[in-house]
């Protein structure tokens, strides 16, 4: 959308250019002007997810409690995992990864799955990539529901300062996550191998996330091999590090935990987390921010790049 | 560029034809670069300009790069070089129930579909119930589209898209769907877009329907512009490049005029007392003659002995069906004594018929012994073409008129 000749504006109609090159700018702003659609496409997840089950839109609340449930049995329960309320130790890290593994991996598959649209329908292709991440984050907005509902539940509070960096994190998070979904969504449709990769791919990345176990046990083994640094470069981890700092255990002052009965209230069990500061936190999303945003015009430039040929590859 | 709607600037699309797709990595390392494709040049310097409120029909035969170009238009394919430029929105109908989810019900498949045409859902709140109303669905409405018959989904295909009321709207070949009933009201709703001044571009190989809607035709062959103008003009080169590729008439039309004017005599038979020597068909136009237009006919003869009993015989042929026939002893012509070389002229004051390639028999025929001296069947065409919008086979002079009557 380079050059607008001068004759045109008096007839008043806005003017489309097509042309083999489409700048990012463009490319952004046609993706903000079609952010309605987004909303539609999101919708149209949602209900063609739960189309024809009886429970319908209640199994996004059912299905992550159900999967807490199980995760807590086998953990606290077969396991005999030391970590007290591990229910919400593990809640606090799943809710990050979920949206990052659903984001990712649909997002990889929607240009594919969408090639009836891509075919028949001009739009910005970027949208079906969104989408994916916008309906992950619907369920990451269930999944935070229910964090918040078993925090209650349990007596617990956020711990200040640390959920004041949270709206920080959530932001990287979204800009990570944005431009590998852009990037895979892309590759995806030239070889096909990508999605099947990716998911293995994904599968071995939550392992190396502090989700399950805590970051006290991984610690000690990164340390003696001097593989921490690689461990949190890794820009998820301390993401979740900073959601457990944030919103596992810190007991409520003051309130009995057992009923009836004077009892102090038990001290945090914050020597499980890792124990970086503030501004430890700061740095780290400062720099993740700058190096996912440069990769994320990157991707969508390659995106722009493929996206030319995605009517005729599909 | 200044006040087109539509304009299609040095376009060029490329394409690789892959024998065989290779999409996964293992693949492509075993093939390495040199994956096995052919280059295609699908459309090569296309250039077409559409005023604001013309209807423009694309005609070409399969694979002629017509419904590349209108994807090209729709955005849909990015152009290998060159441009496009569209005035205000734009609505591509390229199949029917395009985005449609076969899990949604038509309600929500209404709104999808708007929305991915870029309408806002105020908007498209404001024209639900025309969308349904012209649909003739509102029964179904709530039923999931995979319960909908193909005609059903494509009504409500195209009630989205011309209820979106884009400033030019693109269409592929979708009106063979649907019963009559629809068919005509698609018809009176692109006449309604016409007249409100929206710019159509109508991709079709259906010579009639360009006939009928468009004001001005473009010929796609092999990827190239080979022809634009008045519909009736591009249909008859579209013909030409249609016949020029089915193999059948293998000469183009042109040249079939052209071999028409020198006879090389051999398709002549009978008992050989009369030979025809030539078949001269003359009428205005070069090469065709237009619907209307006055045609006249001379066959030269050559009788080797006195016959004294000839009657001459003419008949208009379209396909096999018989449209004319006529002989010089039903028109009361004495024809004498013929002994050597003559002519007779047929003059047709007027070719009332519509579009079409005719061809024409001549035969020479003993009155009373009913000896076929000579008989040509079939060499010599002729070409009608439609100015007008007509369509059929006969061309009724017609005259149309409203009279109000007063209250």
Known sequence: ?314 | MTSYSLEVVDLSKHFKLYKEKHTSIKEKLIRGMRSSYEEFWALRDVNIQVEPGETVGLLGHNGSGKSTLLKCMAGILQPTTGKVCLRGSVAALLELGAGFHPDLSGRDNIYLNASLLGLSKRQIDSKFEEIVEFSELSQFIDNQVKFYSSGMQARLGFAVAVNVDPDILLIDEVLAVGDENFQRKCIDRINQFQKAGKTIVFVTHAADSVRQICDKAFVLDHGKVVAFGAPGEAIRVFREYMMASSGINSPQLGEVLENNLVDQGKETLGTGDISIEEVVIESNGSGHILSGDPMRVRLHYNANRAINDAQFGVSIYSGNELFFSATSQGHGVDVGILDGAGEIVFDFATVPLLDGVYKMTFEVRGVESGSVYAWREQVDHFEVVNPGRDVGVVAFPVAMKVVSVAK
């Open chain 1, 1 to 314: 959308m380079s050059a607008v000749d001068d004759g045109i504006k008096p007839l008043g109609k806005p003017v489309r250019i097509l042309t083999p090159e489409v700048s990012v700018i463009s490319r952004l702003q046609r993706m903000w002007a079609e952010r309605e659609l987004l909303v539609f496409m999101v919708s149209r997840d949602l209900s063609v997810k739960y189309k024809g089950s009886a429970l319908g839109f209640a199994w996004s609340f059912l299905n992550p409690a159900l999967t807490l449930a199980i995760y807590d049995f086998v953990f606290s329960v077969a396991l005999h995992n030391p970590v007290p309320d591990f229910a919400i130790y593990l809640m606090c890290g799943l809710v990050i990864w979920n949206f990052f593994f659903n984001s990712v991996l649909t997002a990889c598959a929607s240009v594919v799955n969408n090639s009836g649209l891509i075919k028949k329908v001009s739009f910005s292709r970027e949208i079906l990539v969104l989408s994916s991440m916008g309906t992950a984050a619907v369920f990451f907005f269930f999944q935070a529901i229910i964090l918040t509902v078993v925090l209650a539940l349990f007596h617990l509070v956020p711990q200040t300062p640390y959920v004041y960096l949270v709206p920080l994190a959530l932001v990287v998070l979204i800009i990570f996550t944005s431009t590998l979904s852009i990037f895979f969504s892309a590759v995806n449709v030239y070889f096909r191998d990508t999605y099947h990769i990716l998911e293995v791919l994904l599968m071995a990345w939550f392992w190396a996330t502090p989700t399950v176990y805590t970051w006290q046990v991984a610690s000690s083994g990164l340390t003696h091999h001097h593989l921490t640094w690689i461990y949190l470069a890794d820009p998820i981890a301390p993401i979740i590090l900073l959601m457990q700092r944030a919103f596992y255990g810190n007991p409520l002052a003051g309130v009995a935990r057992t009923a009836g009965m004077k009892v102090p209230p038990p001290a945090p069990h914050t020597h499980y987390l890792a124990n970086f500061d503030l501004s430890w936190y700061l740095k780290d999303f400062g720099i993740v921010i700058l190096v996912s945003s440069i990769l994320f015009v990157l991707s969508l430039k390659l995106f722009g790049k493929l996206e030319g040929n995605f009517a005729e590859e599909l």
